[in-house]
C-alpha cells in the first residue's frame, strides 16, 4: 500500500504540489490526470524517489520513503519508471534491454513474462534494433515493454501513450491493456489520453491545479 500524506511540492519557491493525499492499493491500476502543470509528473518522480518534498510523507507499508529529511534511494524501493523522454540505453539492442528487464523480473516474480510483452506489444520486429533507429513511437513501444519486462513491485508510466498518432495510440492503449490485466504491480499511469485507457476496474484520479489544492 503507497500512502502520500499532506504532501507538499515546490521548485524554485513555485508551489507544484499542495497537501496532497492518494493511497494506491497493492496490484491496482491507477489512471492520474488533470490540466498541464498540476504536477502530475512531479508526482511520479517524488514516488521514485527523483525529488524531495517540501514537507509530507510518502510511505509503502511502513516504510518511509519519502520525507524533507530522508528520501530512500530509488533502487531500494522495486520500482520501475517509464519517463516522458526516450530513456533506452544507446549502446543495447531492443531485445537485449527487455532480456535485461526480464532478468530482473525473475528475481522480482520468480518468471521471465518478456515474450508475451514482446508479442503483445507487436515490437517482435524491432528486438535486433538499436534505439538510433527507431522513430518516436517506436521507441515509446520498446521503452514500455522493457519497464514492464521488469515486474517490479510499482511501475509508473508517464504519458505511455505520448510520440504515437491516434490510430497507434489507440491500439497501444488496447495492448496495454491486455498485459495490465495479468500484471501483479501496482501501476501508476499519468496521461493525457484517458478516453483511450478506460477501463471498468482501474482507478481515475483528477489532479487538480495546484491553485486549488
Not at 530512500?72 to 537485449?96: E, H, K, S, Y
Request: with cysteine.
Amino acid at each position: 500500500m503507497i500512502r502520500i500524506e499532506n504532501l507538499h511540492y515546490s521548485q524554485s519557491d513555485q508551489k507544484i504540489i499542495g497537501n496532497l493525499n492518494l493511497c494506491f492499493a497493492p496490484g491496482s491500476v491507477n489512471i492520474i490526470f488533470g490540466p498541464s502543470g498540476c504536477g502530475k509528473t512531479s508526482l511520479l518522480r517524488l514516488i521514485a524517489g527523483l525529488e524531495i518534498p517540501v514537507s509530507g510523507t510518502i510511505r509503502n507499508n511502513d516504510q518511509i520513503w519519502s520525507e524533507k529529511d530522508f528520501i530512500l534511494p530509488p533502487w531500494q524501493r522495486n520500482i520501475d519508471m517509464l519517463f516522458q523522454a526516450d530513456a533506452l540505453w544507446p549502446n543495447m539492442t531492443v531485445g537485449q534491454q527487455i532480456a535485461w528487464a526480464g532478468r530482473q523480473r525473475k528475481e522480482n516474480a520468480g518468471n521471465d513474462f518478456s515474450p508475451e510483452i514482446i508479442e503483445t506489444l507487436q515490437v517482435n520486429h524491432l528486438v535486433d534494433r538499436y534505439p538510433a533507429g527507431l522513430s518516436g513511437g517506436e521507441a515509446k513501444r520498446c521503452q514500455l515493454a522493457r519497464v514492464l519486462a521488469s515486474g517490479a513491485e510499482t511501475i509508473l508510466l508517464d504519458e505511455p501513450l505520448a510520440a504515437q498518432d491516434k490510430e497507434t495510440a489507440g491500439n497501444t492503449a488496447g495492448l496495454l491493456k491486455q498485459i495490465l490485466a495479468k500484471s501483479q504491480s501496482t501501476l501508476i499511469i499519468v496521461s493525457h489520453e484517458i478516453t483511450l485507457l478506460r477501463h471498468p476496474d482501474w482507478n481515475f484520479i483528477f489532479l487538480p491545479d495546484k491553485n486549488q489544492i
